[in-house]
């Protein structure tokens, strides 16, 4: 018998009982359903995460800050050590109320003395007062303290630029109706006044150039300051202050040589870790985040594959059921010389042919709704989240789906296949 | 003297183990020649169809030897075997066998279909072999929706489609009535004459019997030579 005529046979086979055919091929639908509906969550996700953070600016970035040795629990609270600076509070973004220990000059001469860091910059964080344009209102300034590290996603304009020497600005869109920009072009290269007050308790004004506009982000939301623009804000609020409370930092950002290999910026944070710093490189805060959602799409991914197995166990029984209503029709197809071998494979075929049945219906039907679910939900829920697509869909995975059940289908398909080859054409076509 | 198309030799068989074994054939010796038409004859449980399945290579004998043009049917690959039964031998059975759902012509061409001829030749040699039979105009009819003698002439056209040389019937007459019987009987023995197919009727009908060249009558998974009447013809009347 030929292949072709094979897989056609094995095809009008599988059509002959259709309410059984039909069942079976439901049971596979839900399951490669809800597995390309996580797979397009999961890639949507993932997707709206890397324009989040794309092409993550800083790759050669350490940001340092002190274990809590504190924190030890059970143990008390550590004996009191003149020599250690005072805790700080962490700024937005963080558990409200945490602290960790501030890092003092010491601590920096030791980090720059770490071997692979190239350079130690304490991380200033600055609280502006004000926001300004054209003599407008006034309105609350939020600053997104990892501006300087990573590559915003840009409605116009450009990223920022730390080696300039001019004080730039990167404005959500969110801004621009309050600080009265028609559009997010027309913000581009205007000028906004920011105001801070020094530590006497005196505003003083800063003017910085908008250079661009961001979408609303995930992670930290509020403004970008350049680095030239930073230095200058930090350097009015601590403007009159004692010399020691200028010296305390929450976290530093350490340079290494950008090239470094992966076992090399591991060794360099397990040096940090001995000294008593915890480090973690841009990749690894977004690498958590992104734990965190893969482990729900992993959780959800084996709920759709225990209803993949339930629905193999289907496809045994309704085979097993066709080789017992066909055992005549094997037996005679044996005795005219059909071997074992294409009797298999006939019956595998058809195996293969419901899985592919059933995936594809649900892989279809899945991209359909999941594509019409995720636009009601980007208008609605998820509108203040621009560019957000909770259920995207590449091609590849759902192929990658459409095979894999296919390959279980198969694998299921087996047993009763085998059951099919091993008949004796004799007692098949004596069975009544 | 020409090598026999089939040769049994002391053939047996039995089924189960221990004392559930039941001896269906205990060693029956037969020469089939090209060309002859012979009879089984026996009542039912007497090992008739055993010896046909035996025969047909449909199943392997536990003692004795099998002799296919000559050659041990034990040495033959699996895949000779195959060829035989598709294109050396057609088989006609009482229970007819045929698909209910599929068309006739779908029927007839599954010897073709499993040797891998192509769709085209199998459509016109499957027409072929219907039109011989009167039954092209029930071409696409579904197989169910036949008569029991059109089921037969069906069947035999589906055993003639690839120009076997020996067809196989196990009571190829049982589930008709006389003159639809009378008719398949007719068609059988006219292929036997006209294209020299040999044939071997399986049955426990005495005037379809009597019909053949030549009867083995068996009793109790044994030729029993008592109830040999003298043919129309001698068994060595083509050797």
Redesign the interface.
């Known amino acids: 018998m030929k292949f072709i005529d094979i897989v056609k046979t094995a095809i009008a086979n599988s059509f002959r009982s259709k309410l059984r055919t039909g069942l079976t091929v439901i049971a596979i639908f839900i399951g490669a359903f809800t597995l390309t509906i996580t797979s397009g969550i999961g890639t949507g996700v993932t997707s709206y995460i890397n324009t989040q953070v794309s092409s993550i600016g800083a790759a050669d970035v350490l940001t340092v800050s002190k274990t809590n040795d504190a924190a030890a629990s059970g143990t008390g609270p550590a004996p009191y050590d003149p020599e250690k600076a005072t805790t700080v509070s962490l700024g937005n973004g963080s558990r409200p109320g945490s602290t960790i220990q501030a890092l003092t000059t010491k601590d920096l001469e030791a980090i720059k003395d770490t071997k692979g860091i190239l350079g130690v910059d304490p991380s200033v964080q600055v609280t502006p007062d004000y926001i300004q344009h054209d003599g407008g209102g006034k309105f609350e300034l939020t600053v997104n303290p990892t501006a300087t590290l990573t590559t915003a996603d840009l409605a116009a304009g450009a990223q920022l630029d730390n080696d300039s020497s001019t004080d730039q600005i990167l404005v959500p869109t969110t801004y621009l109706d309050t600080l009265d920009f028609s559009s997010a072009k027309a913000a581009i290269g205007q000028t906004v006044t920011i105001g801070i007050r020094d530590f006497a308790g005196t505003v003083q004004e800063v003017p910085a150039t908008v250079v661009g506009v961001q979408n609303e982000t995930l992670l930290g939301a509020g403004a970008g300051l350049n680095q030239p623009l930073t230095d200058r804000l930090h350097d009015i609020e601590v403007d009159g202050a004692p010399e020691a409370s200028s010296q305390s930092y929450a976290t530093a950002t350490a340079r290494f040589d950008p090239k470094a290999s992966e076992a090399k910026i591991t060794a360099i944070k397990a040096d940090l870790a001995d000294q008593g710093y915890a480090s973690q490189t841009v990749a690894d805060q977004i690498g958590s985040f992104e734990t965190v959602i893969n482990v729900i799409i992993g959780v959800l991914n084996a709920f759709a594959v225990i209803a993949l197995i339930a629905a193999g166990f289907g496809i045994i029984n309704t085979l097993l059921m066709s080789v017992q209503e066909r055992t005549r029709e094997i037996g005679l197809m044996k005795a005219m010389g059909m071997n074992g071998g294409r009797v298999y494979t006939l019956f595998s075929t058809e195996a293969v042919f419901i899985g592919f049945l059933g995936s594809a219906l649900g892989a279809l039907v899945a991209v359909g709704v999941g594509s019409l679910v995720s636009n009601i939900l980007a208008d609605t829920v998820f509108s203040n989240l621009p560019g957000l697509q909770v259920v995207q869909f590449a091609p590849s995975s759902i192929a990658i789906i459409i095979g894999v059940v296919m390959l279980i289908a198969f694998l299921a398909g087996t047993l009763p296949a085998r059951a099919a080859a091993r008949q004796n054409p004799i007692d098949a076509l004596r069975y009544e | 003297m020409t090598v026999p198309v089939l040769s049994a030799q002391n053939i047996g068989k039995s089924y189960g183990s221990g004392s559930n074994r039941f001896d269906a054939l205990k060693g029956v010796s037969l020469d089939i020649h090209a060309g002859e038409s012979i009879a089984i004859v026996g009542k039912s449980g007497s090992g008739k169809s055993t010896l046909m ?1 035996l025969l ?1 290579l ?2 392997n004998p536990d003692s004795g030897a099998l002799l296919v043009e000559g050659t041990d049917a034990r040495k033959l690959k ?2 000779e ?7 050396d031998f057609g ?1 006609v ?1 009482q229970q007819f ?1 045929l ?1 209910a ?1 599929a068309t006739v012509l779908e029927n007839v061409v ?2 073709l ?4 001829v192509s769709p085209r030749e199998r459509k016109a040699r499957g027409m072929a072999a219907l039109e011989q039979l009167e039954l092209a105009d029930k071409a696409k009819n579904k197989a169910m929706n036949l008569s029991g003698g059109q089921k037969q002439r069906a069947v035999i056209a589906r055993a003639l489609v690839n120009n076997p040389k020996v067809i196989f019937a196990d009571e190829p007459t049982g589930n008709l009535d006389t003159a639809t019987g009378a008719v398949v009987e007719d068609i059988l023995f006219s292929l036997n004459q006209d294209k020299g197919i040999t044939l071997v009727i399986v049955t426990h009908d005495i005037e379809l019997a009597a019909r053949c060249d030549r009867r083995i009558f068996i009793r109790d998974g044994l030729e029993d030579t008592a109830a040999r009447p003298t043919g129309r013809r001698s068994a060595g009347a083509h050797a």
Do not use: S
């Open positions: 399945h047909a449909l199943d699996g895949k075997v195959n060829r035989l039964r598709n294109q088989f059975f066998f698909t759902n599954l010897p279909k499993i040797a891998g």
